[in-house]
């Protein structure tokens, strides 16, 4: 019995380790080649720590690229965006949660209704329309498509209706305004909700391919993960050492927000599902 | 409540209404309108009925990239699925080396699809990948060609995202395994149920609900993909990977054919509707059940 219950402990431990071994083993494969010389790569792929480690990938990346722009374009377009959806999002959720007026419900249709409209089915449209304003390679045109997040909007919206129309109405009387209660004194009793919310979106921004490939043509707006995916289809023979390190400078924001972050991410995606 | 003035729920509504107008209604409307046009972005838009849709349909390429989408999002959903529930198990006990893997394996789904491409796009090179390394020494001869063979390539793909997505079903399928009531498990074990018995009669059951919603979650999701193959393969080989967005995609901005695009978009967002749909008539059915 005691033999058979700590052979079960056995299993389960060497199965974490399996697991975990799957997992991470990409990521110290990835920084491992970032720090080998190229002939190394190619002689003896296989082998696993690099024999001569240099940081020359690093050095070779940064200097053929404008990594400090693309960091700006990134950090910028990424921080706009969350911020712009929760500073829209919370007066809309006040509104439909606490008021009543006519068209409530229609209204609150019409929003849940855009859940359906992924960005992916958008953008031939949303291309032409910046085009024709001029707002191609523009970081207005990579924040103004997601200005508004309809899951944002109804998860603040869910989050108020547990606050006690009392508060409001005490707030009232003291004389504050909608808006005033609704960005002083709604917003920090939503304080989890909203940097969950925040976060979120600013990293799943942050990673954005997708937009930023269809509307930057050049460097001017060019973002981060486009940098990153270009270095690969530079010049002829791919230079691993190369694209891994920069793919180490790419993926490593995201993972140190992960770390110092984690419950934050883990309520967002429970409540949100993945996709955008 | 009522608002302190008649105007104000309007008013704090209209910013988010006039953002929905501009970068959903009206461009889904657009959408629509384009597609009944032939328009290369230069020259003046042809007005051309359903000609776009027609030929999208006799040319095959519309069955073509549905049954390609189709079959790597089964895959990636049956597989993230598997691979979740199972990791959920095993993970759903206390201890800070189960807390630390939990971690891991969510954290693929916390970096980016470009990152993850690249990553495996190395890990699966043909010449000097480690994979491909470990296969000339463990199973000798030529590796297989991953991504360069048009009948490996969408299961190449489907892996990947299946390694980046799992983290997502497993939380949501902790998430469930803490609504299943420790008293009941605990009376099945005092009746001699085996840990398989107890899995199959009263875990699975009772998960029904959050198997339905990773079930739908993930497939309207993964009928989206396209950064992790606009990395990988390039739709490629011979159109093997070549996916609902990533079809609209080269349309648009490799072929110049606006209304074709519109066409397939339309489309595209016709089978998202559906599958939508679908998954409101299963909740439904479910929570009368």
Redesign the interface.
């Known amino acids: 019995m005691r033999n058979r219950s700590s052979l079960r402990d056995w299993l389960g431990k060497s199965a974490l380790c399996g697991v975990a071994l799957v997992w991470l083993f990409p990521y110290l494969w990835m920084g491992l080649t970032s720090l080998k010389p190229l002939s190394e790569i190619i002689d003896s792929p296989t082998a696993l720590w690099p024999e001569h480690p240099t940081l020359a990938a690093y050095r070779e990346v940064f200097r053929s690229l404008p990594l400090a722009r693309y960091f700006f374009n990134t950090s910028v377009m990424a921080f706009g965006i969350a911020a712009l959806q929760i500073t829209l999002a919370l007066p809309a959720g006040y509104a439909l949660a606490k008021l009543r007026f006519r068209g409530r419900r229609w209204a609150f249709g019409l929003l849940v209704a855009t859940l359906l409209v992924p960005a992916q089915v958008r953008f031939v449209p949303i291309f032409s329309l910046l085009a024709r304003i001029g707002l191609v390679n523009t970081l207005s045109g990579l924040i103004l498509p997601f200005g508004v997040s309809a899951l944002g909007t109804f998860m603040i919206r869910q989050a108020l209706l547990s606050v006690p129309d009392a508060q409001i109405e005490a707030a009232r009387i003291d004389g504050a305004s909608e808006l005033y209660i609704v960005y002083r004194l709604l917003a920090p009793l939503l304080r989890p909700t909203l940097i969950s919310l925040f976060l979120f979106s600013f990293v799943s921004h942050w990673n954005d391919y997708f937009w930023p490939l269809v509307l930057t043509t050049d460097e001017h707006a060019r973002t981060l993960p486009l940098a990153i995916a270009l270095l690969r289809e530079q010049g002829t023979g791919v230079r691993w050492h190369l694209v891994m390190a920069g793919n180490v400078i790419l993926s490593l924001p995201a993972l140190a927000i992960f770390a110092a972050a984690q419950r934050h991410l883990l309520r967002a995606v429970t409540v949100r599902g993945f996709g955008g | 409540?009522?608002?302190?003035r008649?105007a104000?729920?309007?008013w704090?509504?209209l910013?988010?209404?006039v953002?929905?107008f501009?970068?959903?209604f009206?461009?889904?409307g657009?959408?629509i309108e384009?597609s009944l046009f032939s328009w290369d972005?230069l020259t003046p838009a042809r007005y051309v009925g359903l000609a776009n849709y027609r030929s999208l349909l006799r040319s095959g390429e519309l069955w073509q990239t549905f049954t390609t989408t189709l079959s790597i999002s089964s895959a990636v959903v049956m597989g993230s699925m598997a691979a979740g529930l199972a990791?959920a198990l095993?993970?759903d006990?206390p201890g800070r080396?189960?807390a630390?893997?939990r971690?891991?394996?969510?954290?693929?789904?916390?970096?980016?699809?470009?990152?993850v491409?690249?990553?495996?796009?190395?890990?699966l090179?043909a010449?000097?990948?480690?994979l491909?390394?470990?296969w000339r020494?463990f199973v000798h001869g030529r590796a297989p060609q991953w991504l360069g063979d048009p009948a490996l390539a969408p299961w190449a793909v489907a892996a990947v995202s299946v390694?980046k997505?799992t983290g997502?079903t497993l939380?949501?399928f902790l998430?469930g395994l803490q609504d299943v009531p420790q008293s009941i498990l605990e009376a099945a074990e005092l009746d001699g149920a085996s840990p398989a018995k107890r899995f199959a009669s009263v875990t699975w059951p009772l998960l029904r609900p959050t198997t339905l919603f990773v079930a739908t979650?993930?497939l309207?999701?993964s009928f989206?993909l396209?950064?992790v193959v606009?990395?990988m393969t390039q739709g490629g080989p011979v159109r093997s990977t070549t996916v609902?967005?990533y079809a609209?995609?080269e349309q648009?901005?490799l072929d110049l054919r606006?209304g074709r695009?519109?066409a397939d978009?339309v489309v595209?967002?016709g089978i998202?509707?559906l599958l939508?749909g679908a998954q409101f008539w299963f909740f439904r059915s479910e929570a009368s059940a």
């Open positions: 409540m009522k608002p302190s008649p104000d729920p309007y704090l509504l910013p988010t209404f953002f929905l501009v970068f959903f009206y461009p889904l657009m959408l384009h972005l990791l095993l993970l006990r080396f189960a630390f893997v971690g891991a394996v969510f954290s693929a789904y916390v970096v980016s699809w470009v990152s491409g690249l990553l495996f796009l190395w890990l090179d010449d000097a990948g480690i491909a390394g470990f020494h390694w997505i997502y939380v949501i998430a979650t993930s309207i999701a989206q396209f950064d606009r990395v609902f967005v609209i995609y648009l901005f606006v695009a519109s978009a595209f967002f998202l509707l939508t």
